[in-house]
């Protein structure tokens, strides 16, 4: 079974501070992909990254950077200088490779930027 | 120029009415999906068609029923509506050539059961 943990319910920052989105994930499957998508107020789900198991490389990509350690099964997001528009719901999310595709989200985490 | 595109975007009904949500893809994907959000924002999937024949049918109630009658669409429809079933429900699509492609989402149908 997998199971993906997202252990922060809802974070408050103020802008221009960093922000780090915690992700736990479980699966037995040797080979797994780990996204992020956003959901921002209007509703939309928006694809952020996809990262898969054999590359544990760190991605930055403009403000945003993942840190994904297998060792600990976690697949971490941070905002840098965060900004109101980064104000989402964030979801991390796991796919198997014998899945054929299931995603399995975390709860996500409700991130609230204030001016 | 919509990627995936849902209707209708609302849905406000009575119990135990019938009722359809439509999924069309132009992304030339060959599999699609059904998920369901409730009320605390959780995302679990429903279903998944690739090339127009199931591939994921989760533990739903067989009031739900999908329908792909060609690779670029995937309705659902519901029987007999029940108060929990109450949601948000998206429709998404991949390359299923990779089943661990992004899947690209619809903007959601909201649906509200009086």
């Known amino acids: 079974a997998q199971k993906v943990t997202q252990a922060q319910t809802e974070i408050s920052v103020v802008e221009k501070e960093d922000v780090t989105l915690d992700c736990v994930y479980e699966?037995?499957?040797?080979?797994?992909?780990l996204f992020w998508y956003k959901q921002p107020p209007s509703g939309e789900l928006v694809f952020l990254i996809r990262r898969n198991s054999f590359d544990e490389q760190n991605e930055i990509s403009g403000r945003y950077s993942w840190n994904f350690q297998k060792s600990t099964s976690s697949f971490n997001f941070t905002i840098t200088a965060s900004q109101v528009v980064d104000s989402a719901v964030y979801f991390c999310?796991?796919?198997?490779?014998?899945?054929?595709?299931?995603?399995?989200f975390g709860q996500g985490t409700i991130l609230t930027v204030h001016p | 120029d919509t990627a995936v595109s849902q209707t209708p975007k609302y849905l406000v009904t009575q119990m135990g009415n019938d009722k359809s949500i439509k999924c069309e893809q132009n992304l030339g994907h060959d599999t699609m999906y059904w998920y369901k959000q409730d009320s605390k924002k959780f995302l679990k999937i429903m279903f998944s068609y690739n090339n127009k024949e199931l591939i994921i049918n989760e533990t739903v109630p067989n009031r739900f029923s999908p329908k792909s009658p060609d690779k670029a669409h995937l309705n659902l429809h519901i029987n007999s509506l029940e108060l929990g079933d109450s949601a948000v429900y998206f429709c998404a699509s991949s390359h299923g050539g990779d089943w661990n492609q992004p899947q690209h989402f619809g903007d959601g149908t909201r649906l509200s059961i009086l």
């Open positions: 699966t037995r499957d040797t080979t797994y992909y």
């Open positions: 999310a796991l796919s198997g490779g014998t899945s054929y595709g299931k995603l399995t």
